[in-house]
T-cell receptor
Framework: AQSVTQLGSHVSVSEGALVLLRCNYS??????LFWYVQYPNQGLQLLLK??????LVKGINGFEAEFKKSETSFHLTKPSAHMSDAAEYFC????????????FGKGTSLLVTP | KAGVTQTPRYLIKTRGQQVTLSCSPI?????VSWYQQTPGQGLQFLFE???????NKGNFPGRFSGRQFSNSRSEMNVSTLELGDSALYLC??????????????FGPGTRLTVL
């Protein structure tokens, strides 16, 4: 079974600093990978996804992630944090051609301080 | 286009009761998935329906069931509620008609509290 590990349940950064949220996956075959964001009392919003092709994926709100097969990682980055980026972030994996069963990581809560 | 809607948004039940949650997907979307979100277990996949058929199922007991109607609206039912069923239940819809991945659009969720 495929699984996802998010390192750090809480990450704190200063406004304007680099955001780095870590995600590692375990899979015997190349999976599809995703990052979602959840604001309080809301559902999940897709930030970006990797299925095939270019390993550097750009998403919404200035976020990007790089698929590194050799490291089984899919870390999320943003060059400069905004206060509005404070939220819960989830990494998810789906086996290719599995339909829509997503396996989510435990989530990382991002705090942005002034 | 209207997003995924879930009703009700909040629900309080007592142990032993049953509950039905509703999800209306984005117009034209034929796949509906359900997830349970709890502080302890995180987000867990319940099941996915496509064209009124359950296509995928997560590792949940038989007390959790679902169905999809011809208009793609979906319901999930939990019978004999337990305290541990307290959670945010999220519904997601997707437009694809094939088995390959397509983006899932999530609703705001139904917050179920079991007393």
């Amino acid at each position: 079974a495929q699984s996802v590990t998010q390192l750090g349940s809480h990450v704190s950064v200063s406004e304007g600093a680099l955001v780095l949220l870590r995600c590692n996956y375990s899979s015997s075959v190349p999976p599809y990978l995703f990052w979602y964001v959840q604001y309080p009392n809301q559902g999940l919003q897709l930030l970006l996804k990797y299925t095939t092709g270019a390993t550097l994926v750009k998403g919404i709100n200035g976020f990007e992630a790089e698929f590194k097969k050799s490291e089984t990682s899919f870390h999320l980055t943003k060059p400069s944090a905004h206060m509005s980026d404070a939220a819960e972030y989830f990494c998810a994996v789906s086996p290719a051609n599995s339909g829509y069963a997503l396996n989510f990581g435990k989530g990382t809560s991002l705090l942005v301080t002034p | 286009k209207a997003g995924v809607t879930q009703t009700p948004r909040y629900l309080i039940k007592t142990r032993g009761q049953q509950v039905t949650l509703s999800c209306s997907p984005i117009s034209g979307h034929r796949s509906v998935s359900w997830y349970q979100q709890t502080p302890g277990q995180g987000l867990q996949f319940l099941f996915e329906y496509f064209s009124e058929t359950q296509r995928n199922k997560g590792n949940f007991p038989g007390r959790f069931s679902g169905r999809q109607f011809s208009n793609s609206r979906s319901e999930m039912n939990v019978s004999t509620l337990e305290l541990g069923d307290s959670a945010l239940y999220l519904c997601a819809s997707s437009p694809t008609s094939s088995s390959s991945y397509n983006e899932q659009f999530f609703g705001p969720g139904t917050r179920l509290t079991v007393l």
